[in-house]
C-alpha cells in the first residue's frame, strides 16, 4: 500500500506518516523543506521499505503539477492521498492584503483540488482508493481573527463534499477531518498545557482506523476537538 502525504514534516501529516509508515505503509512524502524532509526520511527509513521525498511549493500550480507527474512516473498506483497542506494568516478579511486571501487558498484550496483531481481520477479508473482532506473546525463556522483561513477552509470542504459524491460509485472513499486546536508549530510558544489541545498523534490514530473500517462504509466527516479548551 502506498499513501500521498502534503505537509508531510510538522503536526498533523508528520503523525500521519509515521502511523502509516509502522503499519507496512510505502510513503510519499511531500512539504515545502528538503532539510525537513530528509530529517523525517532518515528517522523512518528501514531497508527494503519504500520512503519517497518531494520539495514542492503548493502555492505555485506548475509546481504541484510537477510533483504529481513525477509521484506517477516513480510511484505508480497510490492508495491514499493526505491533503494536509495548508497555513494559517491570522487578521481581518476587511483590513489584510489580498495576498493574504491568495496565499490561504492557493494552499488550503487549490493544491487539495489539483492532488485530489489528478489522484482521484486514478483511483476511479482502478476502482479503490481513500482520499482524506484536512480540513478544520473553521470549516463549518469562522475563527475570530482568521476570516480569510475560514472561506478557505470551507471551500475545501465543499470540495470534499464533491470528491465524495462524484467517486463513491466507484469504491472511492473520501473523508474530511475538521479538527479544533491541535498541537502543532502554530501554538509553539504557548503556555497552554498540552492537554488542552487536540494532539496529532489522535487525529493519526483516528485516520489508521478509518482505513481498516469494512469495504463498504465511508466516514464522511470526523469532528475532533478538545475536551475543554
Same mark, same amino acid.
Given at each position: 500500500m502506498k499513501a500521498v502525504i502534503t505537509g508531510a514534516t510538522k503536526g498533523i #501529516?508528520?503523525?500521519i506518516a509515521i502511523k502509516l509508515w509502522e503499519n507496512g505503509?510505502? @510513503?510519499?512524502? /511531500? /512539504?515545502?523543506?528538503v532539510n525537513e524532509l530528509e530529517a523525517l526520511r532518515d528517522e523512518l527509513f528501514i531497508t527494503g521499505r519504500s520512503i519517497a521525498i518531494y520539495s514542492v511549493d503548493f502555492s505555485v500550480k506548475t509546481s504541484v503539477y510537477q510533483f504529481l507527474n513525477q509521484v506517477d512516473e516513480e510511484a505508480g498506483f497510490i492508495d491514499v492521498l493526505v491533503n494536509n497542506v495548508g497555513t494559517f494568516l491570522p487578521g481581518s478579511m476587511l483590513d489584510e492584503a489580498d495576498e +493574504?486571501?491568495? *496565499?490561504?487558498?492557493? @494552499?488550503?484550496v487549490n493544491a487539495g483540488y489539483y492532488t485530489s483531481k489528478f489522484f482521484g481520477k486514478k483511483m476511479r479508473t482502478e476502482g479503490r482508493g481513500h482520499i482524506f482532506n484536512i480540513c478544520s473546525v473553521a470549516s463549518k463556522a469562522p475563527v475570530k481573527n482568521g #476570516?480569510?483561513?475560514?472561506? +478557505? *477552509?470551507? /471551500?475545501? @470542504?465543499? @470540495?470534499?463534499h464533491v470528491l465524495r459524491q462524484e467517486l463513491a460509485p466507484h469504491n472511492v472513499k473520501v473523508t474530511a477531518f475538521l479538527p479544533g486546536? $491541535? *498541537? $502543532? /508549530?502554530?501554538?509553539? #510558544?504557548t503556555s497552554i498545557p498540552d492537554e488542552k489541545f487536540v494532539q496529532p498523534e489522535d487525529i493519526a490514530e483516528t485516520l489508521f482506523t478509518i482505513l481498516n473500517l469494512s469495504k463498504g462504509v465511508n466516514v464522511d466527516e470526523v469532528l475532533i476537538t478538545p475536551l475543554d479548551f
Open positions: #501529516g508528520r503523525a505503509y510505502d @510513503l510519499v512524502l /511531500a /512539504a515545502r523543506s +493574504t486571501f491568495e *496565499k490561504q487558498q492557493n @494552499l488550503n #476570516g480569510s483561513y475560514s472561506v +478557505t *477552509k470551507a /471551500a475545501m @470542504l465543499s @470540495l470534499n486546536s $491541535t *498541537k $502543532t /508549530a502554530s501554538w509553539e #510558544g
